[in-house]
């Protein structure tokens, strides 16, 4: 499996961004896609996950402002941030949770880079 992120960039607080993770490869083997980020001299922490069937989990901290979304016929998850803080900036890692009959295994995306200015 090989996932493709794109979408950061340097945004005001308040505003709005959306990342998009394109998987390829051995899709099938995908129960679940999601977004991790890691801030400087932080560890990485889970932002947002989905799993096929759709059942959504989100930290405290991006609750009511960050929504995740897949679109299963394009192997894409999406992650859509509003009202951006200046802590949210990190870079932001695509993540997907595969299995297989006697194996799972985590891939990342490369990440992108989240700036948000106060």
């Known amino acids: 499996v090989q996932l493709q992120a794109s979408g950061g960039g340097l945004v005001q607080a308040g505003g709005s961004l959306r990342l998009s993770c394109a998987a390829s490869?051995?899709?099938?083997?995908?129960?679940?896609m999601g977004w991790y980020r890691q801030a400087s001299g932080k560890q990485r922490e889970l932002v947002a996950s989905?799993?096929?069937?759709?059942?959504?989990n989100y930290a405290d901290s991006v609750k009511g402002r960050f929504t995740i979304s897949r679109d299963n016929a394009k192997n894409t998850v999406y992650l859509q941030m509003n009202s951006l803080k200046p802590e949210d900036t990190a870079v932001y890692y695509c993540?997907?949770?595969?299995?297989?009959?006697?194996?799972?295994?985590?891939?990342w995306g490369q990440g992108t880079l989240v700036t948000v200015s106060s």
């Open positions: 993540h997907a949770d595969a299995w297989g009959s006697n194996w799972r295994r985590d891939y």
């Open positions: 490869g051995s899709t099938s083997r995908i129960v679940g």
């Open positions: 989905i799993t096929n069937g759709g059942s959504t």
